[in-house]
């Protein structure tokens, strides 16, 4: 498969095409879940909590941590987890002008 042709598309359009990708797989959506659940910064509990293997669970972190999306910060030996909120907005903002933009009444498909 070649390269993107991002030049192609709009700055709004390459920004949601990033942003869901950063979302696309329901580990990282479960643990975006459980931060903004606790609403504070989680060190060694995303482990126990997805049942999934450190390794796998620090993959998606890093993923989520390269958009942005989250923030950490070092703390002794471990590493603690909080939501970006500025980057949680900008995702929001996005993803509702997306969506908003679409109206779907009395739309016939073939």
Not at 31 to 47: A, E, F, R, T
Not at 49 to 60: I, P, V, Y
Not at 78 to 100: D, H, Q, R
Request: hydrophobic share 40%; charged share 20%.
């Amino acid at each position: 498969m070649g390269a993107t042709k991002t030049t192609l598309f709009t700055k709004e359009q390459n920004e949601i095409a990033n942003m869901a990708k950063a979302l696309a797989h329901p580990a990282r959506i479960a643990i975006l879940q459980y931060l903004v659940k606790k609403n504070s910064c989680v060190c060694g509990d995303l482990v126990e909590e997805l049942g999934l293997a450190q390794a796998t669970t620090s993959q998606h972190l890093k993923e989520l941590k390269l958009a942005g999306i989250i923030q950490g910060n070092i703390e002794g030996a471990s590493v603690c987890y909080c939501i970006n909120p500025v980057v949680w907005k900008e995702y929001k903002a996005l993803f509702n002008s997306f969506f908003g933009d679409v109206t779907l009444e009395g739309a016939k498909c073939c």
